[in-house]
């Protein structure tokens, strides 16, 4: 996610569901956080206004198999197939509903 305000939002969620958060809008961001001792488990993607780089963090998070769920602006077919292509779990439309939202994550974190 590149907005401060969505990944603040995200991470208030997860954690009151007792999940650890960490927000990453940058390739070198997830690259640190692949590095650590204790990896993420699940990616959240919103690549919505993302450059190309989306994908490429797509393969990384991929390539270490570590599920993620995309969120995509309405009517964003290409993008929708796209993330599909390149291994999301799930492609969740905007706007989502946060109670949904929370519940695949939920799931898929367990």
């Known amino acids: 996610m590149r907005k401060p305000g969505n ?55 991929q390539n270490h198999n570590i599920p993620f769920i995309v969120l995509s602006a309405p009517q964003t077919l290409n993008l929708d197939n796209h993330s599909l292509a390149y291994g999301a779990t799930s492609v969740l439309r905007k706007p989502i509903a946060k109670s949904a939202l929370l519940q695949l994550i939920h799931g898929l974190a367990a």
Do not use: Y
Not at 28 to 51: K, M, N
């Open 7 to 61: 990944i603040r939002v995200m991470q208030h969620a997860l954690d009151h569901l007792g999940h650890s958060s960490k927000g990453i809008s940058t390739e070198a961001e997830l690259q640190a956080a692949l590095a650590e001792p204790i990896s993420p488990r699940l990616g959240v993607v919103d690549v919505t206004d993302f450059s190309t780089d989306v994908w490429s963090m797509c393969t990384r998070l």
